[in-house]
């Protein structure tokens, strides 16, 4: 029977662990009947970090033309694996999962075994918002008490385990990562069938780390600050092994408990989907008050800190310093005013977005705005009208936004968890202050609830021309940002 295993994640579930090991074993495995491929481009370019990060499937599922290029030159076998986080969301977001899964049958696999580690929720928030800081992937770093309010990963898990039922070929296996962390080569070979994968493991037992305490409020400070160079000021951080414990500070109790308030019907039924010894746990994590909080770094390591900013070490004659939470943020503040160099720092002042959403329209207010920039002219000095990917020279930014007004109104198949973390995820470009512009009354409750941090207006369509109201519109919003 042709097989196909699917190795998919989470993110910060050892998955880079396993990856390598797979890597280093691609010819035990061949031995034992599973191709795990990668194509001589791959294996022969320096920089492809397959064994590391990336696994083998990264890009397979993104699309159709993707799907086919890589099933179409992988060599013949009768089982092969692929393992990459991303096919998760890939297979999650396909519009039509049947694309997929019609182009296997036609390879001729009757058997797709996925993998999935999934982890207890408060560990795998902590985890996944300081690997956003770590990897430098946006030019804000929400605080951890907001990063929560925009996350929704156990309402995917429940989705994709319904999803996937549907689909005869598919057998399904989740393993809580919280509960099998020191067993992940166990769990692979069992989900394989097969009785070992060694003897070639990873020299290192933790691969991809994570940040340390210390390590986050220095990034976020030097991030706050303007500081331009995250990611390199990662690199160097990372090539330290700290000497004591990694501690981890979780949000208020009420705050996790509002988490497992909204999503306890969808963890209960994931729950009822997975073998108990490897359900989501919903215990609160204990919180500790900032000023309450003691951090340690090696002296070392942020003597290592002080070279990379230009600036004097400290004096101190302890390998292990410690820290007050305030009183290291305040240490790496001194640092950037030590500085000699600023000059590449980022512009860190408050910006404002404004999300004017209308329904769909030949001819509507897209369409206006974009053949009309006129209108945006006396508004040069502090509006920009943008595509929210882009970067432009004005704090505040103004976007047209039709598929949020018709997912709303119109009763779309859209998760609203969905639509609050897109928006949330605007903040981290910046935007300390978000307005929605709401086309029709009342309001909606997905976009109430998410007062005060992004504030929802009531702006009624009006019998005049586009022009008319945009001009209304746009003198409305000058006024907000002036005050």
């Not at 599973?34 to 990264?58: C, R, V």
């Amino acid at each position: 029977m042709k097989t196909l295993y699917l190795h998919i994640g989470h993110s910060k579930t050892g998955s880079s662990w396993l990856q390598q090991l797979l890597f280093i074993n691609r010819k035990n495995l061949m031995e034992q009947g599973i191709q795990y491929w990668f194509s001589e481009p791959e294996l022969n370019d320096p920089d492809y970090p397959t064994n590391i990060h990336w696994g083998n499937g990264k890009y397979v599922f993104s699309s159709p033309e993707q799907l086919e290029a890589y099933f179409n030159a992988l060599p013949e076998a009768t089982t092969s694996l692929l393992s990459a986080e991303e096919i998760f969301y890939d297979l999650m977001f396909w519009r039509r999962i049947d694309f997929p899964i019609n182009f296997l049958r036609s390879k001729g696999y009757q058997r797709i075994r996925i993998l999935l580690f999934i982890r207890n929720p408060m560990e795998q928030l902590y985890s996944n918002w300081a690997e956003e800081l770590k990897n430098d992937w946006f030019p804000y770093h929400r605080p951890l008490d907001e990063y929560i309010t925009g996350q929704f990963k156990p309402a995917l898990v429940a989705e994709f385990i319904q999803k996937m039922s549907a689909i005869p070929e598919i057998e399904l296996t989740i393993r809580n990562y919280s509960n099998c962390a020191k067993r992940l080569d166990q769990e692979l070979c069992r989900w394989l069938d097969i009785p070992h994968i060694s003897p070639a493991k990873p020299d290192k037992k933790i691969i991809n780390r994570s940040l340390t305490h210390s390590e986050i409020l220095i990034l976020r400070t030097l991030k706050a600050a303007g500081y331009p160079d995250i990611w390199p000021m990662t690199e160097l951080m990372m090539s330290f092994s700290p000497t004591y414990p990694i501690q981890k500070f979780y949000p208020k109790q009420s705050i996790q408990q509002a988490f497992f308030d909204r999503f306890q019907k969808t963890i209960e039924y994931a729950n009822s989907c997975i073998p108990a010894a490897h359900t989501y746990a919903t215990d609160i994590k204990e919180y500790v008050d900032p000023e309450q909080r003691e951090v340690r770094i090696d002296k070392t390591e942020l003597d290592a800190i002080c070279q990379k900013l230009s600036v004097a070490t400290i004096q101190h004659d302890e390998s292990l310093l410690q820290y007050s939470e305030a009183g290291l943020i305040e240490q790496i503040q001194q640092f950037v005013r030590e500085m000699p160099d600023k000059s590449a720092f980022r512009n860190t002042e408050p910006r404002t977005l404004f999300i004017y959403t209308h329904r769909s329209q030949p001819g509507g207010v897209s369409a206006a705005v974009f053949e009309c920039p006129e209108l945006f002219a006396p508004y040069s000095d502090i509006l920009t009208l943008m595509p929210v990917s882009k970067q432009h020279h004005t704090n505040t930014h103004f976007v047209i936004c039709t598929r949020l007004t018709q997912n709303l109104l119109d009763s779309r198949e859209t998760d609203p968890l969905k639509i609050q973390s897109d928006l949330f995820h605007m903040r981290n470009f910046g935007y300390s202050r978000i307005y929605v512009c709401w086309p029709e009354s009342p309001i909606p409750d997905v976009l109430a609830a998410l007062a005060p941090t992004i504030q929802t207006v009531y702006c009624p369509p009006r019998k005049k021309s586009i022009s008319d109201l945009l001009k209304k519109l746009l003198s409305f919003l000058s006024q907000k940002i002036r005050a």
